[in-house]
């Protein structure tokens, strides 16, 4: 493989893998997929075919020398999917320096970078070119070249180079497959319109809604506890599939005066049965017995705000906005803003 960039460390590595378009907004079409990257400014056209088969988008990550990166991974999910799993069983013990080795090995060969991303300061591109360099020594990737100009960055794209020692024919041919559609990505790879920036509202408007379990909402369940936890979450997001189970358990632990609520954000309608459906199992599987919302256009002053999901945003009884939201998912940094506003208390 003539990438770069190489992930060091198994922390870093399953923060990659499962980071399933963490961050980004996904919008369906038919069978393509508009995905979203706020922070990297680009929308991506994908066909859902491809997402199926293991293609989801990563990054952007600093590198700390004025570049950023991200990348277009490829996984094959038959074998990636059940290394992620055996490893999440072992406690931080048994994660030893041999066994990160171990998965390490296992995950580079069948998990691929197939398209990367390079976003360089325009000022900072300019001048090394003029020095004589050329785009893939700015590039975290070889045989990169300019793709673009936006809000002060040059992108650089490159269709990454890596071989298939290892792989059985039928992921082979997954593979080659995925990495020859990188060219139809590219073609279709766009800037996002730059919208006008919005202030995180200051409060939850009034609502009147619908749980799963088709029961009335409204914005009177605020008043009932100190402070209610609200993750907004949809039924395409790794990062909110993945940690669904933890937060299904953290509900049951919870003090009396804290609640956790979801709030669905991709249920259209009474009409969406697909959705719905696909909502009830993955809280059915996760275990996660806590009431959730499903949005509506009460909730468009919200909405409009969120740039990806999960999102989780922090409610006093009186339906105020109180910390900060946290966007993607992490879990122990709800549970640390929790304990940090009740000892404020």
């Known amino acids: 493989m003539k990438e770069k960039r190489k992930f060091i460390g198994l922390t870093s590595i399953l923060l990659i ?10 919008k369906e079409e038919n069978n393509v997929s508009r995905i979203e990257n706020p922070e990297a400014g680009l929308v991506f056209q994908m066909e859902k075919e491809y997402l199926e088969k293991g293609i989801q988008i990563e990054g952007p990550y600093e590198d700390g020398q004025d570049t950023a990166s991200m990348g277009i991974m490829w996984y094959y999910k038959p074998v990636t999917d059940k290394l992620f799993d055996d490893i999440k069983k072992l406690s931080k013990e ?9 998965f390490y090995e296992k995950m580079s060969v069948h998990s691929k970078c197939i398209m990367g991303i390079t976003l360089v300061e325009e000022k900072k591109y300019e001048t090394e070119i003029s020095n004589g360099k050329k785009p893939e020594e700015l590039s975290l990737w070889d045989n990169a070249e300019e793709f673009g100009r936006n809000e002060g960055y040059v992108y650089l794209v490159s269709f990454v180079e890596n071989d298939t020692d290892g792989m059985k024919e039928e992921e082979k041919a997954q593979y080659e497959e995925c990495a020859a559609y990188m060219k139809t990505v590219k073609e279709n790879l766009s800037f996002m319109e730059k919208k006008a ?9 009034a609502f009147t809604a619908k749980d ?7 914005e009177s369940i605020f ?19 993945e940690e669904m189970p933890e ?32 909502a009830e199992s ?18 468009d002053v919200i909405m409009k705000w969120v740039t990806g999901v999960p999102t989780t945003l922090f409610v006093d009884k009186d339906g105020k906005i109180v910390g900060t939201p946290i966007i993607g998912a992490n879990v122990q940094g709800y549970k640390d803003f929790v304990e940090e506003y009740l000892n404020g208390q």
């Open 197 to 205: 920036s919005l202030g995180i509202p200051e409060e939850i408007p």
């Open 282 to 299: 993955i809280v059915e599987k996760a275990n996660a017995d806590f009431q959730q919302i499903i949005v509506n256009q009460d909730f």
């Open 212 to 218: 799963l379990e088709g029961n009335t909402v409204t």
């Open 223 to 241: 008043g009932e506890k100190d402070l209610t936890v609200i993750n907004i979450w949809g039924t395409f997001c790794g990062p909110c599939i």
């Open 247 to 278: 937060l299904g358990e953290w509900a049951k632990e919870m003090p009396d005066n804290v609640q956790l609520v979801g709030l669905i954000s991709d249920i259209s309608g009474d009409g969406d049965k697909e959705h719905r459906e696909l």
């Open 17 to 26: 893998a499962v980071m399933l378009l963490g961050g980004c907004g996904k």
């Open 94 to 102: 048994e994660i030893t320096a041999e066994v990160q080795e171990e």
